[in-house]
Every structure is written in C-alpha cells, then in structure tokens.
C-alpha cells in the first residue's frame, strides 16, 4: 500500500509566509476604500466604504448579496479591499524588527552601528544562501577571520568613500576592506559559478541558516553596551516603542518627569484640600459640642 507522502507533488518541504506588496495589494483589492461613512442614515451601506458590498455582505445581514460572486454572506468567503495611505507607516507587525533596527543605528549620523567587514561578510553570506549553498555560506565566516588581522581598526570607515579625503590611516583600512572584498567575492564566484560543489536540496536548511545569518548580523549592531557611536562619537540616543510610537528615551524621561512634577502638584493640592475639610470638620464638631 502506498500513502500520500509518497506521492511526489503531494509531500510539502518547506512553506513560506511573507507580506503582500503594495502593487499586489493593489491588483488583489476590488476596492478602494475612500469613504469614512460606512452606512446612511436609512442604514443603507455607502458604497467606497468599509463595508462596500464589492468586499461581500456584513455578517448579520442576510438580505444582502455580494456585489462580486452574488451570494449571501453565508457563502461569500469576502474580498480584500485597500485603503492607501498619505503617509508611509510602519507596519504593526513588525515593532519588534524595527525596534531593534533602530536602536542599532545612530541618531546623529544615521549609520547604522556595524563594521564594515561584517556588511560586508553579510552580503556575500546572503549571495551564497541565495543560490543554495549553506555550508559555503558558513565558510565565509573563516575566510574572513583568516582574512582580517585587526578587525577593531576597520570600524570608522564604510566601504565605497572613496570621494572623501582619507588619512593615511583610514586609507589603509580602506585598502584592506577592498582587498576583503575581493577575497570574498572571488570565493563566492568560484562556489557559484566553478560548479565543483553543488548546492543544498533542502530549502528549509537554507532558509533557517538565512535566519541565523540575519540574526547573528542584527545581534553584532545591537549597541546595548554601546554608549557613543562608533562612526562620528556622538552619545547614543535610545529608542523606546510607546503606543506605536518610537520615543527618544531622554525626551521620554523628562516627560515623565514633568509628569511626575504635576502629580506631585495634585498630590499637594489634594493634601491641603483634605487639611482643609479636616480642620473644617475639627471646627464643626467643636462648634456642635459648644452648642
Ligand atoms: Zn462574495
Ligand atoms: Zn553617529
């Protein structure tokens, strides 16, 4: 007896989520939703709102009929709709990656906060992993260790200033990243294109080895002990995420403190009005036994 699995079309290796494009959103949406009215004051649904009946009918109202595949809301699975936005924002589902982006790149000079040899050793990583191959990938990581003999020095320039003035000094870190970069992308064209290994079959490993890569990358710019930037020396500004809003922890700080400040007010405030009453009622009772 055979099973499923067995069957080579029906045996799933790797599945794979991302997030929709705009112009995907666009040629999937039969909608555009422009309208912040949703119903009239009959109750009718205004179309070009939320609840055009091109998206299917609102649960609930089982009169109405889809204005695309035509059936009642107990059949219509919906349709997607879009609404575009004047502005560019950050997507909800991705706090977290920003977060930690941003906290990795410098407020003052907006580089962000990695050598250059490990972008360098990223990109090549990825062109490896790209084209299939895992183990070479890892290789790199010894080439460059190889490659590099005082990876501190190579911190204040970035690959590609060549237009900018260099010292003596920064001209020669500059040589070295150069003379990396060859050394990586020689290796990367002989693995890619010398045929003498072939990549990785499975996709699951190539795809978790990407998210190690990434990780890893993300972990060397995340500047948790880091108090000054490593490019132009300016103190590092940290960043916090409060009601979807990405706050300068200083500025933060001192908000809170004026905060403070003014519940310290009140609680003056509420402490004289209580003085107050007390000594009214104090008064009263005297005033009442008096009588
Ligand atoms: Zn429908
Ligand atoms: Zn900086």
Known sequence: MGSYSQVEHTRIEDIGFRIYTEDEIRHISLVEVTNDESFNELGHIIPSGLYDLRMGP?????????????KTNLRCQGHCGHIELP????N???YNVLNKTLRGICCNCHRIQVRAHHVLLLKYQM????????????????ILSRSISSPMEATEVAVGIDDKELSQK????????????????KYCDKVIRGGTCSPETSTSIIKNLETEVVKSFIKKCYYSDKKRCIFCHQSIVRLTLQNSRFIRSGVNKKEKDKDKDKDKD?????EEVEAEREEREEEGGK????I
Request: charged fraction near 25%.
């Open 58 to 70: 609102v649960p609930g109202r089982t009169k109405d009929i889809c204005q695309t595949c035509g």
């Open 87 to 90: 502005l560019p924002v950050y």
């Open 92 to 94: 909800p589902f991705f």
């Open 127 to 142: 062109q490896l992993l790209d084209a299939g191959y895992g183990y070479e990938a890892l290789e790199l990581e010894n």
């Open 170 to 185: 920064d001209a020669g870190i500059v040589a070295d990243l150069m003379n990396l970069k060859k050394t990586l992308s």
């Open 266 to 270: 009140k609680d003056g405030q509420t």
């Open 287 to 290: 005033w009442r036994r008096e």
